[in-house]
Nanobody
């Protein structure tokens, strides 16, 4: 049974930084593309960033380019999202997701496994 567990969310002031972590278990981590999605109240879930098997390919939403960095540590079955220069509009529940294969896709229905989410609140 695959399981993804996020951590690292919290409350931060605008301009601050947070690092989210997602620990995976029950799957062959190096065979999965990983991604971070977020969902704000009243809005659809959207992709924030994705990273392929060995990190050779990354992709970012335009709204976070230059501020967020996705990375993975395959030896620890963990994917990270470093978030800098946070803005109030980054406030959302952030979800870790996994899909088999090496292609980053932007649609949520392309991902097989999901974490429970971690809350990020950015105050102005």
């Amino acid at each position: 049974q695959a399981q993804l567990v996020e951590s690292g969310g919290g409350l931060v002031q605008a301009g601050g930084s947070l690092t989210l972590s997602c620990a995976a278990s029950g799957l062959l981590f190096t065979s999965y593309t990983m991604a971070w999605f977020r969902q704000a109240p009243g809005k659809e879930r959207e992709i924030v960033a994705g990273i392929s098997w060995w990190g050779e390919t990354t992709d970012y939403a335009d709204s976070v380019k230059g501020r967020f960095t996705i990375s993975r540590e395959n030896a620890k079955n963990t994917v990270f999202l470093q978030m800098n220069n946070l803005k109030p509009e980054d406030t959302a529940v952030y979800y870790c997701a996994a899909r088999s294969g090496r292609t980053v896709v932007t649609g949520a229905n392309g991902y097989w496994y999901w974490g429970q989410g971690t809350h990020v609140t950015v105050s102005s």
